[in-house]
């Protein structure tokens, strides 16, 4: 079964410095990655996807990731971060074993220092 | 508005009392899902269903029930429902399986005393 990994359930950087959260993911076929992000009190919503075009993907709010196929890694960076980042962030696969079912991390709660 | 709806937001109730959270979708998506949150442990997969009469467990069905009667609707039914189903619930939607972009609902908070 696919499973997805996300090293660091907290992750804290000051404001400005760059945004890395790490996401692995187990499968001998490249799945679709995606990462989304839930601000507090609210429901999840995309931030950017993989889907077997370009492996380096850009989303919304300055954020990106880099489909790195021989390290099985979808890692999501941005340069520069803004108090607003401040959120928790999911990295999901969707199975392409045979399955119509989707996996998430355990997810990332990213804080942001002034 | 393109929207995934909830309802209720919030619940409280008893053990072994029955329930049902409701789901609709106004995108004419094919592809629904019922995940839960609880902390440390992410979003887990409840059950999807891939079109109108069609669905599947995801990894913890257990507990849970789900119908696909239109399009639009997906209820998650809990028939008997126990301390341990206390969670966060989303139901989500997107066009197809695979590649496309799941829209969530905003979450149902469920307190199973």
């Known amino acids: 079964a696919q499973s997805v990994t996300q090293l660091g359930s907290h992750v804290s950087v000051s404001e400005g410095a760059l945004v890395l959260l790490r996401c692995n993911y187990s499968?001998?076929?490249?799945?679709?990655l995606f990462w989304y992000v839930q601000y507090p009190n609210q429901g999840l919503q995309l931030l950017l996807k993989?889907?077997?075009?370009?492996?380096l993907v850009k989303g919304i709010n300055g954020f990106e990731a880099e489909f790195k196929k021989s390290e099985t890694s979808f890692h999501l960076t941005k340069p520069s971060a803004h108090m607003s980042d401040a959120a928790e962030y999911f990295c999901?696969?969707?199975?392409?074993?045979?399955?119509?079912?989707?996996?998430f991390g355990t997810g990332t709660r990213l804080k942001v220092l002034a | 508005e393109a929207q995934v709806t909830q309802n209720p937001r919030y619940l409280i109730t008893v053990t072994g009392k029955k329930l049902t959270v409701t789901c609709s979708q106004n995108?004419?998506?094919?592809?629904m899902s019922w995940y839960r949150q609880d902390p440390g442990l992410g979003l887990r997969q409840i059950y999807y269903?891939?079109?109108?009469?069609?669905?599947d467990k995801g990894d913890v069905p257990e507990g849970y029930k789900v119908s696909r009667k239109e399009k639009r609707n997906f209820p998650l039914i809990l028939e008997s429902p126990s301390p341990n189903q206390t969670s966060l619930y989303f139901c989500?939607?997107?066009?197809?399986?695979?590649?496309?972009?799941?829209?969530f609902g905003p979450g149902t908070r469920l307190t199973v005393l």
């Open positions: 989500a939607s997107s066009s197809r399986m695979g590649s496309d972009t799941q829209y």
């Open positions: 499968s001998s076929v490249p799945p679709y």
């Open positions: 993989y889907t077997s075009a370009a492996t």
């Open positions: 999901a696969v969707s199975d392409t074993s045979g399955t119509y079912k989707y996996i």
């Open positions: 995108m004419n998506h094919e592809y």
């Open positions: 269903s891939m079109n109108v009469e069609v669905t």
